[in-house]
């Protein structure tokens, strides 16, 4: 079975990083796509950041140029390290994985990450970003 687990949130004040980490077991397909995604209050989950096989990253407008998305495909762990912490980015943030079957998604940089893109997917964490 496919299992991700997200780990390194926490709390943290207006302008501070923290880094994620997506812990990937039961997957060892890298040419496939991985991401981040988050909800935010009662809005409904929307894509972060995802990487593809090649390595070709995307972001969300709203990130852009403040969150980082890498992988380490030896550890099977995937990353999000998030720098210039805004209020606006509270929420909970969950890491996913594309289902391994036919031909690879090829990231499109400046295309937000799509929750239909995806088929297995962490429990979440909380990120909480104080002013």
């Known amino acids: 079975q496919v299992r991700l687990k997200e780990s390194g949130g926490g709390s943290v004040q207006a302008g501070g990083s923290l880094r994620l980490s997506c812990a990937i077991s039961?997957?060892?397909?890298?040419?496939?796509?991985l991401g981040w995604f988050r909800q935010r209050g009662g809005n409904e989950r929307e894509g972060v950041a995802a990487i593809d096989g090649e390595g070709t990253t995307t972001y969300a407008d709203s990130v852009k140029g403040r969150f980082s998305i890498s992988k380490d495909n030896a550890k099977n762990t995937l990353y999000l390290q998030m720098n210039g912490l805004k209020p606006e980015d509270t929420g909970m943030y969950y890491c996913?994985?594309?289902?391994?079957?036919?031909?690879?998604?090829?990231?499109?940089?400046?295309?937000?990450?799509?929750?239909?893109?995806?088929?297995?997917w962490g429990q979440g964490i909380l990120v909480t970003v104080s002013s």
């Open positions: 996913a994985a594309e289902e391994p079957v036919g031909r690879s998604t090829k990231v499109v940089p400046g295309r937000q990450p799509e929750v239909n893109q995806f088929e297995f």
């Open positions: 039961g997957y060892t397909y890298n040419q496939y796509c």
